[in-house]
T-cell receptor
Framework: GDSVTQMEGPVTLSEEACLTI???????????LFWYVQYPGEGLQLLLK?????DKGSNKGFEATYRKETTSFHLEKGSVQVSDSAVYFC???????????FGTGTRLLVSP | GAVVSQHPSRVICKSGTSVKIECRSL??????MFWYRQFPKQSLMLMAT?????????EQGVEKDKFLINHASLTLSTLTVTSAHPEDSSFYIC??????????????FGPGTRLTVL
Protein backbone atom coordinates (compact mmCIF):
# COMPACT_ATOMS: atom_id res chain seq x y z
CA GLY A 1 0.00 0.00 0.00
CA ASP A 2 0.87 3.65 -0.09
CA SER A 3 3.19 5.01 2.55
CA VAL A 4 5.12 8.14 3.47
CA THR A 5 8.42 8.21 5.31
CA GLN A 6 9.71 11.30 7.08
CA MET A 7 12.89 11.98 8.94
CA GLU A 8 12.57 11.61 12.67
CA GLY A 9 12.71 14.66 14.83
CA PRO A 10 12.99 16.78 16.61
CA VAL A 11 14.96 19.03 14.34
CA THR A 12 16.56 21.78 16.40
CA LEU A 13 17.85 24.89 14.63
CA SER A 14 18.89 28.40 15.45
CA GLU A 15 17.01 31.29 13.92
CA GLU A 16 18.05 32.06 10.32
CA ALA A 17 19.45 28.57 9.76
CA CYS A 18 18.56 26.55 6.68
CA LEU A 19 15.96 23.84 6.98
CA THR A 20 15.48 20.57 5.13
CA ILE A 21 12.98 17.95 6.23
CA UNK A 22 13.19 14.81 4.15
CA UNK A 23 10.13 13.03 2.84
CA UNK A 24 9.95 10.01 0.56
CA UNK A 25 6.92 8.10 -0.55
CA UNK A 26 5.80 4.78 -1.95
CA UNK A 27 2.68 4.80 -4.07
CA UNK A 28 1.12 3.44 -7.21
CA UNK A 29 0.57 5.86 -10.03
CA UNK A 30 1.12 9.57 -9.61
CA UNK A 31 -0.16 10.89 -6.31
CA UNK A 32 -0.44 14.48 -5.24
CA LEU A 33 1.97 15.43 -2.46
CA PHE A 34 1.39 17.76 0.46
CA TRP A 35 3.06 19.33 3.44
CA TYR A 36 0.88 20.16 6.42
CA VAL A 37 1.94 22.14 9.48
CA GLN A 38 0.54 21.91 12.98
CA TYR A 39 1.28 24.78 15.35
CA PRO A 40 0.90 24.15 19.08
CA GLY A 41 -2.74 23.85 20.07
CA GLU A 42 -4.03 24.17 16.51
CA GLY A 43 -5.23 21.86 13.77
CA LEU A 44 -3.19 20.79 10.79
CA GLN A 45 -3.01 23.40 8.04
CA LEU A 46 -2.09 22.86 4.44
CA LEU A 47 1.29 24.48 3.89
CA LEU A 48 1.97 23.63 0.25
CA LYS A 49 1.28 21.02 -2.36
CA UNK A 50 2.40 19.66 -5.73
CA UNK A 51 0.25 17.64 -8.06
CA UNK A 52 2.67 16.38 -10.70
CA UNK A 53 6.32 15.58 -11.27
CA UNK A 54 8.73 18.55 -11.17
CA ASP A 55 6.07 20.82 -9.69
CA LYS A 56 7.33 23.07 -6.92
CA GLY A 57 4.98 24.02 -4.13
CA SER A 58 5.79 27.11 -2.10
CA ASN A 59 4.29 29.14 0.72
CA LYS A 60 5.57 31.36 3.55
CA GLY A 61 9.17 30.89 2.40
CA PHE A 62 8.89 27.11 2.40
CA GLU A 63 9.19 25.10 -0.78
CA ALA A 64 9.21 21.49 -1.92
CA THR A 65 9.72 19.92 -5.33
CA TYR A 66 7.95 16.78 -6.51
CA ARG A 67 10.77 14.44 -7.58
CA LYS A 68 9.34 11.40 -9.28
CA GLU A 69 12.72 9.82 -9.99
CA THR A 70 13.63 9.76 -6.29
CA THR A 71 10.03 9.59 -5.02
CA SER A 72 10.77 12.50 -2.74
CA PHE A 73 9.17 15.76 -1.64
CA HIS A 74 11.67 17.37 0.74
CA LEU A 75 10.62 20.52 2.57
CA GLU A 76 13.10 23.40 2.54
CA LYS A 77 13.39 26.91 3.88
CA GLY A 78 16.38 29.17 3.54
CA SER A 79 16.07 31.00 6.85
CA VAL A 80 13.85 29.73 9.64
CA GLN A 81 12.22 31.83 12.33
CA VAL A 82 11.16 31.04 15.86
CA SER A 83 7.55 31.20 14.68
CA ASP A 84 8.21 28.25 12.36
CA SER A 85 8.43 25.95 15.38
CA ALA A 86 5.74 23.35 14.75
CA VAL A 87 5.17 19.78 13.62
CA TYR A 88 5.38 19.21 9.88
CA PHE A 89 3.59 16.34 8.15
CA CYS A 90 4.25 15.06 4.66
CA UNK A 91 1.26 13.39 2.99
CA UNK A 92 0.03 12.02 -0.30
CA UNK A 93 -3.30 11.49 -1.95
CA UNK A 94 -4.46 10.13 -5.25
CA UNK A 95 -6.29 12.46 -7.58
CA UNK A 96 -10.01 12.26 -7.18
CA UNK A 97 -9.78 10.62 -3.78
CA UNK A 98 -10.08 12.32 -0.44
CA UNK A 99 -7.97 9.91 1.56
CA UNK A 100 -4.68 11.30 2.84
CA UNK A 101 -1.75 9.09 3.80
CA PHE A 102 0.48 10.83 6.31
CA GLY A 103 4.03 10.47 7.47
CA THR A 104 4.90 10.43 11.15
CA GLY A 105 5.45 14.16 11.43
CA THR A 106 8.68 15.99 12.21
CA ARG A 107 8.89 18.45 15.05
CA LEU A 108 10.89 21.58 14.32
CA LEU A 109 12.24 23.65 17.19
CA VAL A 110 13.77 27.00 16.33
CA SER A 111 15.62 28.90 19.04
CA PRO A 112 16.42 32.63 19.03
CA GLY B 1 -10.27 30.12 6.30
CA ALA B 2 -12.73 27.46 7.40
CA VAL B 3 -12.65 26.54 11.09
CA VAL B 4 -13.17 23.14 12.65
CA SER B 5 -13.44 22.71 16.38
CA GLN B 6 -13.22 19.66 18.59
CA HIS B 7 -14.53 19.12 22.06
CA PRO B 8 -13.15 18.24 24.48
CA SER B 9 -9.50 19.00 23.87
CA ARG B 10 -8.47 16.57 26.59
CA VAL B 11 -10.33 13.83 28.38
CA ILE B 12 -9.30 11.35 31.03
CA CYS B 13 -11.60 8.46 31.76
CA LYS B 14 -11.66 5.18 33.58
CA SER B 15 -11.36 1.89 31.78
CA GLY B 16 -14.72 0.54 30.69
CA THR B 17 -16.45 3.88 30.27
CA SER B 18 -17.50 5.46 26.98
CA VAL B 19 -16.24 8.79 25.72
CA LYS B 20 -17.80 11.04 23.09
CA ILE B 21 -15.73 13.46 21.02
CA GLU B 22 -17.44 16.17 18.97
CA CYS B 23 -16.21 17.66 15.72
CA ARG B 24 -17.89 20.82 14.44
CA SER B 25 -17.47 22.87 11.30
CA LEU B 26 -18.05 26.41 12.56
CA UNK B 27 -18.48 28.48 9.43
CA UNK B 28 -19.31 26.02 6.69
CA UNK B 29 -21.38 22.93 6.08
CA UNK B 30 -19.41 19.73 5.73
CA UNK B 31 -20.96 16.79 3.96
CA UNK B 32 -17.88 14.71 4.66
CA MET B 33 -15.83 14.45 7.84
CA PHE B 34 -12.83 12.27 8.59
CA TRP B 35 -11.59 10.80 11.83
CA TYR B 36 -7.91 10.09 12.44
CA ARG B 37 -5.92 8.81 15.37
CA GLN B 38 -2.27 9.31 16.15
CA PHE B 39 -0.11 7.30 18.51
CA PRO B 40 3.09 8.85 19.87
CA LYS B 41 5.79 9.07 17.21
CA GLN B 42 3.50 7.52 14.62
CA SER B 43 1.62 8.96 11.69
CA LEU B 44 -1.99 10.02 11.59
CA MET B 45 -4.04 7.02 10.60
CA LEU B 46 -7.43 7.43 8.97
CA MET B 47 -10.05 5.59 11.01
CA ALA B 48 -13.21 6.34 9.09
CA THR B 49 -14.93 8.63 6.64
CA UNK B 50 -18.24 10.05 7.75
CA UNK B 51 -20.89 11.30 5.33
CA UNK B 52 -23.85 13.26 6.59
CA UNK B 53 -26.96 11.16 6.80
CA UNK B 54 -25.33 7.83 6.05
CA UNK B 55 -23.22 5.21 7.76
CA UNK B 56 -19.54 5.84 8.18
CA UNK B 57 -16.99 3.94 6.13
CA UNK B 58 -14.35 2.41 8.33
CA GLU B 59 -10.78 1.64 7.37
CA GLN B 60 -9.55 -1.90 7.55
CA GLY B 61 -8.75 -2.96 11.09
CA VAL B 62 -10.91 -0.34 12.78
CA GLU B 63 -13.69 -1.81 14.91
CA LYS B 64 -16.95 -0.09 14.01
CA ASP B 65 -18.67 -1.30 17.17
CA LYS B 66 -15.95 0.18 19.31
CA PHE B 67 -15.61 3.50 17.51
CA LEU B 68 -19.14 4.70 16.84
CA ILE B 69 -19.39 7.58 14.40
CA ASN B 70 -22.49 9.70 13.94
CA HIS B 71 -22.78 12.50 11.39
CA ALA B 72 -26.32 13.67 12.01
CA SER B 73 -25.98 17.21 10.71
CA LEU B 74 -23.89 19.13 8.21
CA THR B 75 -21.89 20.76 10.97
CA LEU B 76 -21.44 18.01 13.54
CA SER B 77 -19.87 14.58 13.65
CA THR B 78 -19.27 12.61 16.82
CA LEU B 79 -16.90 9.79 17.64
CA THR B 80 -17.79 7.64 20.62
CA VAL B 81 -15.15 5.32 22.01
CA THR B 82 -17.16 2.62 23.71
CA SER B 83 -15.88 0.65 26.68
CA ALA B 84 -12.56 2.42 26.48
CA HIS B 85 -9.37 0.67 27.52
CA PRO B 86 -5.84 1.98 28.06
CA GLU B 87 -4.81 0.90 24.55
CA ASP B 88 -7.39 3.34 23.17
CA SER B 89 -5.41 6.21 24.65
CA SER B 90 -4.42 8.32 21.69
CA PHE B 91 -4.75 11.64 19.94
CA TYR B 92 -7.94 11.81 17.86
CA ILE B 93 -8.23 14.36 15.06
CA CYS B 94 -11.14 15.16 12.80
CA UNK B 95 -11.25 17.00 9.51
CA UNK B 96 -14.09 18.32 7.41
CA UNK B 97 -14.47 18.90 3.69
CA UNK B 98 -16.29 21.68 1.94
CA UNK B 99 -19.14 20.27 -0.16
CA UNK B 100 -18.33 19.88 -3.81
CA UNK B 101 -14.65 20.34 -3.16
CA UNK B 102 -13.90 17.18 -1.26
CA UNK B 103 -10.20 16.85 -1.91
CA UNK B 104 -7.19 17.13 0.38
CA UNK B 105 -6.80 20.81 -0.45
CA UNK B 106 -10.08 21.53 1.22
CA UNK B 107 -9.88 19.33 4.28
CA UNK B 108 -9.87 21.49 7.37
CA PHE B 109 -8.56 19.94 10.54
CA GLY B 110 -9.62 20.27 14.12
CA PRO B 111 -7.03 20.78 16.87
CA GLY B 112 -7.41 17.23 18.16
CA THR B 113 -8.56 15.52 21.34
CA ARG B 114 -6.15 13.75 23.65
CA LEU B 115 -7.81 10.74 25.24
CA THR B 116 -6.22 9.06 28.24
CA VAL B 117 -7.81 5.92 29.59
CA LEU B 118 -6.72 4.92 33.06
Amino acid sequence: GDSVTQMEGPVTLSEEACLTINCTYTATGYPSLFWYVQYPGEGLQLLLKATKADDKGSNKGFEATYRKETTSFHLEKGSVQVSDSAVYFCALSHTGFQKLVFGTGTRLLVSP
Amino acid sequence: GAVVSQHPSRVICKSGTSVKIECRSLDFQATTMFWYRQFPKQSLMLMATSNEGSKATYEQGVEKDKFLINHASLTLSTLTVTSAHPEDSSFYICSASIPGLANPDTQYFGPGTRLTVL
